[in-house]
T-cell receptor, first 110, second 116 residues
Framework: LAKTTQPISMDSYEGQEVNITCSHNNIATNDYITWYQQFPSQGPRFIIQGYKTKVTNEVASLFIPADRKSSTLSLPRVSLSDTAVYYCLVGDNNFNKFYFGSGTKLNVKP | EPEVTQTPSHQVTQMGQEVILRCVPISNHLYFYWYRQILGQKVEFLVSFYNNEISEKSEIFDDQFSVERPDGSNFTLKIRSTKLEDSAMYFC??????????????FGPGTRLTVT
């Protein structure tokens, strides 16, 4: 399974756009990139998943360059409630096992 | 919106005792998972389960652990002889393959296990 590297923490202010980058240099051809959000004392919550280029849903965008060795989760206009840990996962979607990295703790300030 | 449920929310047990953590996955999901998270640390994969058998397990999932789907709705994690280091939050998750090969896992609220 491809190992992922993310910044340990990030600070932002309400209303700003936040971009969190994840490195996955040894991503395999069949691997997908998935991001989860976790609030304290809660289970992780799926945010977005992609394979290449750009994916957008109602809460975030995921940018994946052509070489797929990194990906960037973009959160538009964050609010205080977006303060959480964000995890990047890379796996082949064979539904068998998924390894979470250390995550990025996002702190949104007023 | 359908959700994964877990019981109990908090379990306190003495070292050496057996515990069973229970989960009810989303009804039409086919893949089931257990993860654990030691306080302040990352989420760790334990085991995945499909078609009534274990698909994959991590190094953490040793002989002290077992999983079972005793009926059509419950998915359980048993720890035979708990150790102090088993104290953690245990999360159950389930998923259903998407038409586009996506795999969105739905996590339960977790069971906090405290071993004394």
């Amino acid at each position: 399974l491809a190992k992922t590297t993310q910044p340990i923490s990030m600070d932002s202010y309400e209303g700003q756009e936040v971009n969190i980058t994840c490195s996955h240099n040894n991503i395999a051809t069949n691997d997908y990139i998935t991001w989860y959000q976790q609030f304290p004392s809660q289970g992780p919550r799926f945010i977005i998943q992609g394979y290449k280029t750009k994916v957008t849903n109602e809460v975030a965008s995921l940018f994946i360059p052509a070489d797929r060795k990194s990906s960037t989760l973009s959160l538009p206009r964050v609010s205080l409630s977006d303060t959480a840990v964000y995890y990047c996962l890379v796996g082949d979607n064979n539904f068998n096992k998924f390894y979470f990295g250390s995550g990025t703790k996002l702190n949104v300030k007023p | 919106e359908p959700e994964v449920t877990q019981t109990p929310s908090h379990q306190v047990t003495q070292m050496g005792q057996e515990v069973i953590l229970r989960c009810v996955p989303i009804s039409n999901h086919l893949y089931f998972y257990w993860y654990r998270q030691i306080l302040g640390q990352k989420v760790e994969f334990l085991v995945s389960f499909y078609n009534n058998e274990i698909s994959e397990k991590s190094e953490i999932f040793d002989d002290q652990f077992s999983v079972e789907r005793p009926d059509g709705s419950n998915f359980t994690l048993k720890i035979r002889s708990t150790k102090l280091e088993d104290s953690a939050m245990y999360f159950c998750a389930s998923s259903e393959p998407g038409a586009d090969s996506s795999n969105e896992q739905y996590f339960g609220p977790g069971t906090r296990l405290t071993v004394t």
